[in-house]
C-alpha cells in the first residue's frame, strides 16, 4: 500500500477520516460535550464544528495551511475538542511534521482514550513512522469498541501493518476479515492480492487482483499487482489488456514508469 496522504485509508485511511461526514463508517466523530448536535451544546461549540468541517473540507483539497488555521479558530472557540487535535495530527502527519503529529495525537488521546477512529488514526501514523509493532495495539483497541462504525477499516490497517512485521498469518486474519465485511474495498483486495502474491499462492492473488483491478476506484497500484499476477500464471494476453489500461489511464504514474523499465521484483 501507497504511503501517502492520512487518507488512508486512514481512517481517513487512508482515504478519508472519521471527522469527515460522507466517509465510509459514519459522519463527524465529535467526542463528548463538544458534539453540537447535543441540546447542551454551546455557541462557541457549534462555531467549533463548523470550523472543523472548514478544515476537513481544506484538508481535503491538501490546503493544510488553512485548514491548519480552521483548526486554530475550532480550539480557540472549545480548547478541549478532541476531534480538533485529531484532525491537526492527520494534517502535519501529511504535511511530513511527524513531531507535530505526534504532539497532537498524543493531546487528542489524553482527552478521549477509547476513542476508536482515534486510536485507528494514530496506529496508522505509527504503521507509517517505522512503528508497526507498536500501532497493532492500537487497531485492536478500536476493534473492540462495539461503537467503533469503521472496523474494516481498522482491520485493513491492521493486516497491512502486520505485513509489514512479515507476520503473514496475523495479515491473512486481518485482511479477510475486513474483506468480508467490506468487499468492495480496492485498498483490501490489493494488499490481500500482494499477500498472496507473496506468498506464490498466484491463484488467490488473482482473484483479489481481479476484483481491485476492475472496480470502479482501480489504482495504478491495482492494475499494476495484477499485471505481475499475470505475468507469473504465464497469461499474456491478460496481462497485454491491464498493461494497455495502465498506460491510458495512468501514463505518468510510478508503476507505469515501473513496467516501462521491467521492475517486476521491485
Known amino acids: 500500500m501507497k504511503h501517502g496522504r492520512a487518507s488512508l485509508f486512514l481512517s481517513v485511511g487512508m482515504v478519508c477520516v472519521a471527522l469527515l461526514a460522507g466517509c465510509a463508517g459514519g459522519g463527524a466523530s465529535v467526542a463528548g460535550s463538544d458534539y ?3 441540546p447542551d451544546a454551546t455557541d462557541a461549540q457549534r462555531r467549533a464544528h463548523i470550523r472543523l468541517q472548514l478544515a476537513a473540507e481544506y484538508y481535503q483539497q491538501r490546503q493544510y495551511q488553512i ?3 480552521e483548526v486554530r479558530q475550532a480550539l480557540q ?3 478541549n475538542f478532541v476531534d480538533a487535535y485529531s484532525m491537526a495530527a492527520l494534517i502535519y502527519m501529511d504535511m511530513g511534521d511527524t513531531r507535530l503529529a505526534e504532539e497532537h495525537f498524543a493531546r487528542a488521546l489524553r482527552l478521549a482514550p477509547e476513542d476508536p477512529d482515534l486510536s485507528n488514526n494514530y496506529g496508522w501514523f505509527l504503521c507509517q513512522n517505522g512503528r508497526a509493532e507498536q500501532a497493532i495495539p492500537y487497531f485492536d483497541a478500536a476493534l473492540r469498541n462495539r461503537a467503533f462504525q469503521s472496523p474494516a477499516r481498522a482491520m485493513t490497517n491492521a493486516g497491512v501493518c502486520s505485513m ?3 507476520n503473514l498469518a496475523a495479515a491473512e486474519k486481518y485482511l479477510n476479515d475486513s474483506f468480508r465485511l467490506d468487499p468492495s474495498s480496492v485498498t483490501t483486495a490489493i494488499n490481500l492480492a500482494k499477500l498472496y502474491y507473496a506468498r506464490g499462492d498466484y491463484r488467490n492473488a488473482r482473484f483479489y487482483a481481479g476484483r481491485a483491478a476492475t472496480s470502479d476506484q482501480v489504482t495504478a497500484e491495482a492494475l499494476w ?4 499476477i499475470e505475468r507469473r500464471l504465464g497469461d499474456r494476453a491478460a496481462e497485454v489488456s491491464l498493461v494497455t489500461q495502465l498506460g491510458r489511464r495512468f501514463p505518468n504514474s510510478a508503476e507505469f514508469a515501473a513496467y516501462q523499465r521491467g521492475a517486476f521484483n521491485e
Not at 499487482?225 to 505481475?228: C, E, V
Request: hydrophobic content about 45%.
Open 164 to 166: 509489514k512485521l512479515n
Open 77 to 79: 472557540a472549545a480548547p
Open 225 to 228: 499487482t495484477a499485471i505481475k
Open 36 to 38: 453540537p448536535g447535543r
Open 67 to 69: 485548514a491548519l488555521d
